[in-house]
Antibody, heavy 121, light 105 residues
Framework: QVQLQESGPGLVKPSETLSLTCTVS????????WNWIRQPAGKGLEWLGR???????TYNPSLKSRVTMSIDTSKHQFSLKVNSVTAADTGVYFC???????????????WGQGTLVAVSS | SYELIQPPSVAVSPGQTASIPCSGD??????VCWYQQKQGQSPVLVMS???ERPSGIPERFSGSNSGNTATLTISETQAEDEADYFC????????FGGGTKLTVL
């Protein structure tokens, strides 16, 4: 059973960089896509981007200039950085495993429990 | 940018059938997935590739996709099905619908 666990600071100051790590257990990180998805309180889901084991990334165009993802297969971890954060970046951040659906798309079959990040001074 | 539209809420009586629509331009040409999210929990995949039910998801969950609308159908709805449901597809990026709150009255 694949398990994902997010970790990182729960509070970030405005204009600084949000950094989170997702640790994968119970399965290989050397295949599939590894994703970050966030959810503001009481709102819907927003996909931030994904990274493959090779380091190849695809980011949401709406956030592309502020988002960076990396992967360390030896540690079974992948990471997210969002720079120049504002209050609008506050929310629960999930990591999730993605698998192709066959139409260039992706489905998310395993999710972490999520971690709340607040942007505030 | 591509949009998926869901009604904010759907209500159903226990034992009845709930239908949750998700609309998008020419949606039938894209695979649609559905996620169930209960209060304070992570989303759970309940339907993939329009109508494929993942292992462990009850048979009362079914899906379809035709024209501009995909639909998640829950037959014999139970109290435990009360949750937010999100549809998701791909258009050069992952797109989620706004979510539908299913209330079991």
């Amino acid at each position: 059973q694949v398990q994902l666990q997010e970790s990182g600071p729960g509070l970030v100051k405005p204009s600084e960089t949000l950094s989170l790590t997702c640790t994968v257990s119970g399965g290989s990180i050397s295949s599939d896509y590894w994703n970050w998805i966030r959810q503001p309180a009481g709102k819907g889901l927003e996909w931030l981007g994904r990274i493959y084991n090779s380091g190849l990334t695809t980011y949401n165009p709406s956030l592309k200039s502020r988002v960076t993802m990396s992967i360390d297969t030896s540690k079974h971890q992948f990471s997210l950085k969002v720079n120049s954060v504002t209050a609008a970046d506050t929310g629960v951040y999930f990591c999730a495993r993605g698998r192709p659906t066959g139409d260039s798309g992706v489905l998310f079959d395993y999710w972490g429990q999520g971690t709340l990040v607040a942007v505030s001074s | 940018s591509y949009e998926l539209i869901q009604p904010p809420s759907v209500a159903v009586s226990p034992g009845q059938t709930a239908s949750i629509p998700c609309s998008g331009d020419k949606l039938e040409y894209r695979y649609v997935c559905w996620y169930q999210q209960k209060q304070g929990q992570s989303p759970v995949l309940v339907m993939s590739r329009d109508s494929e039910r993942p292992s462990g998801i009850p048979e009362r969950f079914s899906g379809s996709n035709s024209g501009n609308t995909a639909t998640l159908t829950i037959s014999e709805t139970q109290a435990e099905d009360e949750a937010d449901y999100f549809c998701q597809a791909w258009d050069r990026s992952v797109v989620f619908g706004g979510g539908t709150k299913l209330t079991v009255l």
